[in-house]
C-alpha cells in the first residue's frame, strides 16, 4: 500500500522567509500526490496536485511542489511566508482506489 | 452553493450508544468519502462510495456503516460507540466517479468533532 511521511511535526519560520515542508512518498504505482491545508476549525482545502503531467506544480496563494522520482518526495515551498500562511498542512498519495494522508506539519509564522 | 455540510458539529456520546453522521453535499459529485483525523496520525479514510447505492471499506471501516441511497447524501452510522471512536470526522465529496485513486479535488466538509466516553 502507498504511504507518505512529513518530516517535521511543527515547522516555524519567520515572516516573509522561505517555507518548507518535507513530504516523501511511498508507491508500488506511479502515484498521484496532493497538498492540503487545514486552517483551525474548518476542514481541508486544496493547495495543490501532482498528476504526472509537469514534475513543477503551482498551487493557490504562491505554493509550489516539485515531484522528484528518484527521491520519491513532494515538498512544498514557498519562498516568502505570510502570516495568514500558519496552518497545518498534510501532504497524500492516491493510488490504487485508496488515499493516504500524512500526519501533518504545522506551520507556525513569527512576525 | 453550500458545498459540503455536515451535522452536528459536535456531539458527546457514552460507551454503547449509536448515532448517525450526517454529511450532504449540493455539487452534484458522485463520489463521497468519510475520513478520520486523529493527534499524530493525519486523516484515515473510513468509507466511500462512488454513486447512489455504491459503498467500499477505505482503511478504518470497523464501527461504521454507510449507505448511500441517493447522490446529496452519504451518512455514517455508528452503531455501538467506543472511545477508541472520539475523534474528528471529515466528509468530502469530488466529481469523479473513479474513487480514492482519482486525480480529482476532494472538497471537504467543516467537520464533526465526536468524544465518546
Known amino acids: 500500500a502507498q504511504s507518505v511521511t512529513q518530516l517535521g511535526s511543527h515547522v516555524s519560520v519567520s515572516e516573509g522567509a522561505l517555507v518548507l515542508l518535507r513530504c516523501n512518498y511511498s508507491?508500488?504505482?506511479?502515484?498521484?500526490l496532493f497538498w492540503y491545508v487545514q486552517y483551525p476549525n474548518q476542514g481541508l482545502q486544496l493547495l495543490l496536485k501532482?498528476?504526472?503531467?509537469?514534475?513543477l506544480v503551482k498551487g493557490i496563494n504562491g505554493f509550489e511542489a516539485e515531484f522528484k522520482k528518484s527521491e520519491t518526495s513532494f515538498h512544498l515551498t514557498k519562498p516568502s511566508a505570510h502570516m495568514s500562511d500558519a496552518a497545518e498542512y498534510f501532504c497524500?498519495?492516491?493510488?490504487?482506489?485508496?488515499?493516504?494522508f500524512g500526519a501533518g506539519t504545522r506551520l507556525t509564522v513569527k512576525p | 452553493n453550500a458545498g459540503v455540510t455536515q451535522t452536528p458539529k459536535f456531539q458527546v456520546l457514552k460507551t454503547g450508544q449509536s448515532m448517525t453522521l450526517q454529511c450532504a453535499q449540493d455539487?452534484?459529485?458522485?463520489?463521497m468519502s468519510w475520513y478520520r483525523q486523529d493527534p499524530g496520525m493525519g486523516l484515515r479514510l473510513i468509507h466511500y462510495?462512488?454513486?447512489?447505492?455504491?459503498?467500499d471499506q477505505g482503511e478504518v471501516p470497523n464501527g461504521y456503516n454507510v449507505s448511500r441511497s441517493t447522490t446529496e447524501d452519504f451518512p455514517l452510522r455508528l452503531l455501538s460507540a467506543a472511545p477508541s471512536q472520539t475523534s474528528v470526522y471529515f466528509c468530502?465529496?469530488?466529481?469523479?466517479?473513479?474513487?480514492?485513486?482519482?486525480?480529482?479535488?476532494?472538497?471537504f466538509g467543516p467537520g464533526t468533532r465526536l468524544t465518546v466516553l
Open positions: 468530502a465529496s469530488s466529481p469523479t466517479l473513479a474513487g480514492p485513486e482519482s486525480t480529482d479535488t476532494q472538497y
Open positions: 508507491s508500488s504505482v506511479p502515484p498521484y
Open positions: 501532482y498528476t504526472s503531467a509537469a514534475t
Open positions: 497524500a498519495v492516491s493510488a490504487r482506489r485508496d488515499m493516504r
Open positions: 455539487m452534484n459529485h458522485e463520489y
Open positions: 462510495s462512488v454513486g447512489a447505492g455504491i459503498t
